[in-house]
């Protein structure tokens, strides 16, 4: 099976996440941390990417103890599912654009 490929549109969604910084830090410790791209694991084989992403750091993403790819449901339990983040995202974007 061929790799999806973004649309122009998710790729432009993805550098304005970039810009907003990972979701985690943001609502827990409003601070900025450069994030990488986690693409939603649920509903897609391994190896397959989501059509929905969130913006994480390194330690929300791939750390062994902190990240959700080192244990989903702590990681869930502690910061939420990624749908949820994902709604966070698009309720204080507006926000975040408009600060000076």
């Known amino acids: 099976m061929a790799k999806l490929k973004h649309t122009k549109q998710e790729k432009e969604l993805m550098k304005e996440m970039v ?18 791209i986690h693409h939603f694991r649920k509903g897609v084989g391994m190896g397959q990417r989501s059509r929905l992403f969130i913006p994480l750091c390194w330690t929300h993403h791939q750390h062994p103890k902190h990240g959700i790819h080192g244990g989903t449901k702590s990681w869930t339990a502690k910061y939420g599912t990624e749908q949820e983040l994902l709604d966070y995202y ?8 408009s600060e000076p």
């Open 19 to 36: 810009e907003y910084g990972c979701v985690i830090c943001r609502k827990h410790y409003q601070v900025y941390t450069q994030p990488n």
């Open 90 to 97: 698009y309720a204080t974007v507006k926000d975040y654009q």
